[in-house]
């Protein structure tokens, strides 16, 4: 394709973005596509010939269309929001038309600088401890995923507790993790991976808001300490995937401290409320942390994939995960004036995503993303009272931002049988978690372009749904 070819074809492209945003709202939000239905529309083989890019365009729309989830969709409610906006995604054209790789500094300087730089604003626009910024003696990062910023803090947290002698020698049975019962499951995974072992992680018990209760932590920590484990890592969580339940970072940093322990902070969607004064509050006592990530690919309209992860103490995290090949050493390494953040993670090549994290700032401005969280919560505050006015529904846990999660009063098969009714109309998506043991429906409020109306509509048609259960039971 020559640079005149793309540049006709990349504008149908930007064209068929910008249409399918205009009529996202026709599509049912979540995909009717059975199980192999989409493979079983394309070729068994892959073509001999190259084929026409009017006609690959021609197949999205035709083939993989009816196979999408419609995450952008206004009246997508499900899970936690994974929402981006239009400078974001010209930022990630931006970013794949360059096609740079910025593992070290010198692949590309520019990519590393914005990078550092864009995290230091963030440490300043969430009002996060200074001890995050590249200035002081620890610094932030992009990662894919909050996923991996987790394996990367417990790797480190494993070191130091280790005096770095796992990665030598392998793990000895005895390190041992907390979080709480409601913490997201990637905490389970990266004990696994990182040869702690699923045994040696403990899930701490809530309180009645589902938040971590810190005596019990203190207690289980005493217990480990007592029977010869080494308590290595903690990790606390701001915003929990089930109930948005907020685990009281300073009481935990405190037992942290006194134990000498790594303490981690899960902001993943609930961080970007930061932003906003009001909601601070969710991040007390992180200045206790010694790292914390938060995901502005789900709530900070950057689209997949955007996770800063910070630490406290650089050092240590360069200390754990580098190792250097011949190949890769170069002056600007060896001057020690860089930061090459493939030290900073597992994979060793890296995209250029802080060019959509630049984008969106710019675009929006501080105030422009304030603005539009502050909507989002004020929705899903509206939405929170809605249910409570409503004696035939009940809340099943505080809604402390941006997400509700509430039920029928009647039993679980009518909860159940409410979401699916809805998610089959395909006038929205929402999806249910488990609290106190009753199924529970949970409506999050974060896409970029959901308005009242469609919160509005979205409430109108869990009533009506849960009359129409009510009427054929
Ligand atoms: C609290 C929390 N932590 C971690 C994750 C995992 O996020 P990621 O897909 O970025 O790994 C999620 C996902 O919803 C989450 O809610």
């Known amino acids: 394709m020559t640079p005149e070819e793309f540049r006709l074809h990349g504008k149908a492209v930007v064209d068929w973005i910008a249409d399918y945003y205009k009529r996202i709202e026709s599509y049912p939000v979540m995909s ?28 999205v729309e035709k083939l993989i269309l009816p196979g999408l989830t419609h995450w952008q ?46 995290l230091d604003w963030l440490v300043e626009m969430l009002d996060l401890p200074k001890k995050f910024l590249s200035t002081t003696t620890g610094g932030g990062v992009i990662q894919d995923t909050a996923s991996n910023s987790s394996l990367c803090a417990l790797l480190a947290a494993r070191e130091r507790a280790t005096n770095y002698t796992s990665n030598e020698r392998g793990c000895d049975g005895k390190l041992v993790v907390y979080t709480s019962s409601q913490a997201h499951s990637s905490i389970e995974k990266a004990v696994k991976i990182v040869g702690i072992g699923r045994e040696n992680l403990r899930l701490i018990e809530v309180d009645k808001n589902f938040a971590m209760r810190p005596e019990a932590l203190a207690a289980q920590i005493q217990r480990d300490l007592a029977e010869g484990h080494t308590p290595c890592f903690v990790c606390a969580t701001v915003g929990t995937t089930s109930s948005n339940a907020m685990d009281p970072v300073r009481a935990i940093g405190e037992i942290c401290g006194k134990h000498k322990i790594w303490l981690h902070v899960d902001a993943a969607m609930s961080g970007t409320a930061a932003l906003c004064p009001e909601f601070r509050w969710i991040h007390d ?23 800063c992860f910070y630490v406290a103490d650089r ?21 020690g004036a860089v930061i090459d953040y493939r030290d900073w993670h597992v994979q060793l090549g890296r995209r250029f995503r802080a060019l959509k994290l630049w984008f969106v700032i710019r675009h929006y401005g501080v105030e422009g993303l304030k603005h539009h969280v502050r909507r989002h919560v004020e929705l899903a505050q509206q939405l929170a009272s809605w249910v409570q006015e409503d004696s035939d529904f009940e809340l099943a846990a505080p809604a402390p931002l941006n997400l509700v999660c509430f039920r029928h009063r009647s039993d679980d098969a009518t909860n159940q049988k409410i979401m699916d009714r809805l998610n089959q109309s395909g006038t929205l998506y929402l999806t249910h978690t488990r609290l106190d043991g009753k199924f529970t429906l949970r409506v999050c ?29």
């Open 32 to 59: 009717r596509a059975k199980p192999g239905e989409i493979r079983a529309s394309l070729p068994n083989n892959a073509p001999q010939k190259g084929e026409t890019f009017d006609a690959i365009l021609r197949d």
């Open 73 to 118: 969709s206004p009246n997508f409610f499900a899970f936690f929001p994974s929402n981006t906006s239009f400078p974001s995604i010209m930022g990630e054209m931006l970013s794949a038309g360059l096609g740079v790789q910025g593992m070290l500094w010198a692949t590309s300087p520019a990519c590393t600088e914005l990078e550092t730089h864009m």
């Open 285 to 307: 006592g992180l200045e206790l942390a010694d790292s914390y990530c938060f995901n502005p690919h789900k709530w900070m309209f950057t689209n997949f994939d955007c996770d």
């Open 315 to 335: 050092a240590a995290l360069i200390r754990t995960m580098s190792v250097l090949p011949e190949y890769l050493r170069n002056k600007a390494t060896e001057s």
């Open 445 to 473: 409020v974060g896409q970029t372009n959901t308005e009242l109306r469609h919160v509005k509509s979205a409430w109108n048609q869990v009533r009506e749904a849960a009359k129409g259960e009510q009427r054929s039971a």
